[in-house]
């Protein structure tokens, strides 16, 4: 019933840019917490950003000034536009919600979060 899709990764090079989006569906993103998280491989999933349900953003100290999250109630999406993107910023992105959005961490996630499938974003030139 409740669903999410993540879709707009790819390769890119270091220094480029993407935009994810986040399709919601069964429920309202404005009516929760929405995050982003990203898992490298060997490393445990972390979070990335998160939109409040006001509207604030919050950011990992590792993306602040490169990342911004939006969301477009009209289309029940969120979007994480990406740029001056790093190597170290390659893995699979998730969205999640509900989602506690945190100012050093970006997002944490429960035992309550539910998941799109992700989309896997690789950079390197």
């Known amino acids: 019933q409740v669903q999410l899709v993540e879709s707009g990764g790819g390769l890119v090079q270091p220094g480029g840019s993407l935009r994810l989006s986040c399709g919601a569906s069964g429920f309202t993103l404005e009516d929760t917490a929405t995050g982003w998280f990203r898992q490298a491989p060997g490393r445990e999933r972390e979070g990335v950003s998160c939109i409040s349900r006001d509207g604030t953003a919050y950011y990992a100290d590792s993306v602040k000034g490169r990342f911004t999250i939006s969301r477009d109630s009209a289309e029940n999406t969120v979007w994480l536009q990406m740029s001056s993107l790093e190597p170290g910023d390659t893995g699979v992105y998730y969205c999640?919600?509900?989602?506690?959005?945190?100012?050093?961490?970006?997002?944490?996630?429960?035992?309550?979060?539910?998941w799109g499938r992700g989309t896997r974003v690789t950079v390197s030139s």
């Open positions: 999640g919600a509900p989602s506690i959005c945190t100012y050093s961490t970006g997002s944490y996630a429960s035992p309550q979060t539910n």
